[in-house]
């Protein structure tokens, strides 16, 4: 008979104990799973990406300067040359004879300036004699005026003196227009060869053309021509024109397409890693030296100003990156490194150190007095709570869910938040929190029903894959 009152006795304790259990069990069933963090304290960096291509900072397309065919490439694609380097020659037979002809017209004028030379100096030998004539005649017509004015001499012979006097004065001017005709003489000889010279100058300059020569250090990107084909003189670009591209690799740079939504947030100096797809594993550290002001169309790259369209899509801005000459490790840019390589930039447009974080999709937007109430009444709307008016516009605060521990229940209640700068997966927090605060982060189902005031139980199980599960 004790027996089976011990095992009675047993039994009943059993059913209480499941009866409990599976109260308490049915209890939490009815409570919400939700996946927490922490607020911590930690290094934050804003972060802008941008996707487009390496080029250098200065290119040139080398273009034809003298009409004619080819003789001669020197380089082909992918080659690096030095300043002067000859890069290309064109036929020059005109060019050189057109040279040849004007060296035999500046020899020919040099000989007739010192023809003109040596007739200037016997014109002024022929004046020296006038003069020395005229000194004699002028003498000798002295001697004769007085003679005859004495009447020693007969009138015939005074007057032959004077006549010799006169011609011999006559003389001597024409000996100084002589002169004076050979100093013009030489003077239009130099000036025909000066006119020679210069045309001689223009007539190297003209041969120069046929020889083409690197503007700077740079590397060949692109050789359009080949050896035996006729160029031009003609637009830029256009075809026959262009021998060459030459780019100056001293510095490179990545340009880049920035979303509109993030152009706001890049300036100049801000630091970047750029990544070549070509090169896997290396960054190329960098900053920002040009930002784009026109908006370009995202599907054809043409500016907004110049769009004739008028739909609207989505658009970026050019941001260009110039690359660092040495990276930290103190390795120099590779060669490999070329014009139109396909790239990406990271931007940093913000850091923040040991600044406190949480995780973005922590955030929430609630009425903070209706969640206030909320948790006085364990989420539960007051039954003396005044009806809002569904006409009637209720401003929203930005805020987290923080966990409150009550004896060993846990509830949520909304605080609002102050919030700076925007990390890849966290957020600044300027106000309404501190280190080591725990706050509901997910899931996505359980953010947009949860209330300040409920019952929750932790379950980060699941915070590993956090989704955003909205469309399911």
Request: hydrophobic letters at 40%; a neutral charge.
């Amino acid at each position: 008979m004790n027996g089976k009152k011990i095992l009675f006795l047993v039994l009943g304790l059993v059913a209480i104990v499941g009866l409990v259990v599976g109260t308490w069990l049915h209890s939490r069933s009815n409570v919400l799973a939700v996946t927490t963090a922490k607020a911590v304290r930690e290094d934050l960096d804003a972060n802008v990406s941008g996707t487009g291509q390496i080029r250098p900072k200065t290119f040139v397309n080398v273009g034809a300067t003298a009409f004619g065919r080819i003789t001669h490439l020197y380089v082909k694609e992918g080659d690096h040359v030095k300043a002067g380097d000859i890069l290309a020659k064109v036929e020059s037979v005109q060019p050189e004879a057109t040279v040849s002809a004007q060296k035999a017209a500046i020899q020919a004028s040099e000989t007739d300036i010192n023809s003109y030379i040596a007739a200037e100096k016997t014109a002024v030998a022929n004046v020296s004699e006038a003069k020395a004539d005229l000194q004699q005649k002028q003498l000798d017509y002295t001697r004769a005026k007085e003679l005859y004015q004495d009447q020693l001499i007969a009138k015939q012979d005074y007057d032959a003196k004077v006549a010799a006097y006169n011609m011999s004065e006559a003389t001597l001017q024409q000996r100084n227009a002589a002169v004076a005709q050979a100093l013009a003489q030489t003077a239009s000889a130099r000036g025909h060869m000066d006119q020679a010279v210069a045309s001689q100058r223009a007539n190297y300059d003209s041969l120069d053309k046929t020889v083409s020569r690197a503007p700077f250090d740079g590397l060949v990107t692109n050789v359009p021509v080949r050896e035996g084909e006729t160029v031009v003189v003609g637009i830029q670009n256009a075809e026959g024109s262009t021998l060459m591209t030459l780019a100056d690799m001293s510095v490179i740079t990545a340009e880049v397409k920035v979303d509109e939504t993030d152009i706001v947030n890049v300036a100049l100096g801000q630091p970047a890693d750029v990544t070549v797809d070509a090169l896997p594993g290396r960054v190329f550290k960098g900053h920002v030296t040009e930002v784009g002001d026109q908006a370009l169309l995202r599907t054809t790259g043409q500016a907004t100003s110049t769009s004739t369209t008028g739909t609207e899509e989505a658009k970026d801005f050019k941001v260009v990156v110039t690359l660092d000459g040495i990276r930290d490790n103190g390795t120099q840019i590779p060669d490999q490194l070329r014009p139109g390589l396909s790239c990406t930039a990271k931007i940093t447009t913000a850091h923040k150190p040991d600044t406190l974080t949480i995780p973005i999709q922590a955030l929430v937007e609630r009425d903070a007095a209706k969640e206030a109430e909320l948790f006085k009444n364990n989420g539960k709307v007051s039954p003396t709570a005044a009806p809002t008016d569904p006409g009637k516009a209720v401003p929203l605060v930005q805020g987290v869910y923080l966990l409150v521990d009550e004896k060993n229940r846990l509830r949520v209640k909304f605080v609002p938040v102050t919030t700076g700068v925007t990390g890849t997966t966290d957020i600044q927090v300027l106000s309404g929190l501190k280190p080591g605060d725990e706050l509901v982060t997910g899931r996505y189902k359980t953010l947009r029903i949860l209330k300040s005031g409920l019952a929750v139980k932790r379950d980060n199980s699941i915070a590993a894959p956090i989704v955003d599960d909205s469309t399911s």
